[in-house]
């Protein structure tokens, strides 16, 4: 994120309800786009409606190398057993690797991923975004484009994994990879909390996601994009990504379901006594509308509401609904007409982006695998997961 969450946030009434059936049409002029699903066609797998029809793509996953049923860990309920199945530990793991806090061995050498703002920086951490994928079976393809930012290159570099599901009308989640810090001293900030909790969580997302025992009804599209933190112009790599997705889905044919931005997830407003104890580590942020910065131009409380009882079923952290505008990647999303769900810790970091001190010491990991239970637990409900 650019700026600190409560700066630009309206609360929002809270509107307990069981899942819904469809997902909100946005309230921007206009409409939604040719390649989002009309109300009707935005049912949450699992509910009351109809499966996504099995497509004759050759991207698709072979229904013959799915494993049958009786090798599989019998279930009633996959969307809780995703949940329960995020592992703090590897959520720990991955966010130590990701910042520099320990050293990974990428191709033989090993190496400290200490920021992500020079070039050579970030092209490090593709390298190493890129092996986590492929230890999973999994392919990143990078997506490169022309970059406006002057920071010693000329392209910016998004990177895109696919897991098939039974459709190719697709799921997205979206985390920005760069980071940011004080003036002059950029790749002294490590970027821990903003927003390499959210990109730990995307990575374990796709472990879970991608375990054979598990079907998806509909494509799940995990996405690192570049340039969130610069501005002018801002959020310029979820803008690229979501221009290249409406292209893509255009000319194959294949709706685009849902989003969702794993934001900042690790810092407890308690530990810094900006909160008190009842809110800190408690309470989690859902956005789902835009508010009153750009004239509420963005609503899909139905979104908002099915990702709360999520939560409600299966955690003990409760939900603050709130509204964002254009600060974070989802943005990109809801301007292309996909409805789109942000997850975030509740409170104002006051050590993210240009003020530095982002670092691991801060982050209170057992209120972030939390956040990330219920944040991966909902793709799961989007996806459609099942076991064969």
């Known amino acids: 994120m650019r700026l600190s969450l409560p700066h630009r946030l309206r609360a929002a009434t809270f509107v307990a ?14 409409g939604t786009t040719g390649t989002t699903p009309a109300p009707s066609d935005l049912a949450l797998p699992g509910d009351d409606a109809a499966s996504p029809p099995a497509a004759d793509m050759g991207q698709l996953a072979d229904e013959g190398t799915r494993p049958d049923a009786a090798s599989c860990p019998a279930t009633t309920d996959p969307v809780k057993a995703v ?3 995020v592992d703090p530990a590897r959520l720990t793991q991955l966010l130590k690797e990701l910042t520099g806090f320990v050293p990974v061995t990428i191709d033989g050498a090993q ?15 593709r390298r190493y975004f890129t092996q986590y994928f492929s230890s999973l079976g999994l392919t990143a393809h ?4 022309a970059t406006k930012h002057s920071i010693g ?3 910016g570099h998004n990177v895109e994994v696919v897991i098939p599901g039974k459709s190719p009308d697709s799921v997205i989640v979206i985390v920005h990879y760069d980071s940011i810090g004080p ?9 821990v909390d903003d927003d390499m909790t959210g990109m730990a969580a995307l990575m374990e997302a796709a472990r879970l996601l991608s375990d054979p025992c598990r079907q998806p009804a509909y494509t799940v599209r995990l996405v690192a994009a570049d340039y969130e933190e610069q501005g002018n112009p801002g959020l310029e790599g979820a803008r690229q990504y979501a221009t290249y997705i409406k292209n893509l889905s255009t000319s194959q044919g294949f709706k685009l379901i849902a989003a969702q931005d794993y934001e900042q997830s690790g810092w407890n407003c308690a530990i810094d006594n900006s909160c008190g104890s009842t809110k800190g580590g408690t309470t989690f942020y859902v956005v789902s509308c835009s508010g009153k910065e750009d004239g509420s131009k963005y609503d899909f409380p139905a979104l908002g509401d099915a990702l709360a009882q999520v939560a409600a079923s299966y955690s003990p952290l409760t939900v603050s609904r709130v509204c964002i505008a254009a600060h974070s990647d989802h943005y990109a999303m809801w301007e292309i007409g996909v409805p789109s769900v942000v997850t975030s810790e509740s409170g104002n970091n006051p050590r993210f ?18 956040i990330s239970r219920v944040a991966i637990a909902f793709t799961a409900k989007l996806a459609g997961v099942a076991t064969p």
């Open 353 to 370: 982006d240009q003020a530095g001190g982002d670092t691991f010491d801060r982050i209170d990991l057992a209120y972030y695998a939390q």
């Open 17 to 30: 309800a069981a899942l819904l059936s469809a997902c909100s049409t946005p309230s921007e002029k206009g």
């Open 111 to 125: 190496v400290s991923l200490t920021d992500r703002y020079l070039p050579s920086s970030k092209q490090q951490w």
């Open 83 to 85: 949940f329960d199945g």
């Open 142 to 145: 990078e997506l490169a484009y």
């Open 153 to 155: 290159e000329t392209q």
């Open 183 to 191: 003036a002059g001293q950029e790749t002294k900030n490590p970027g």
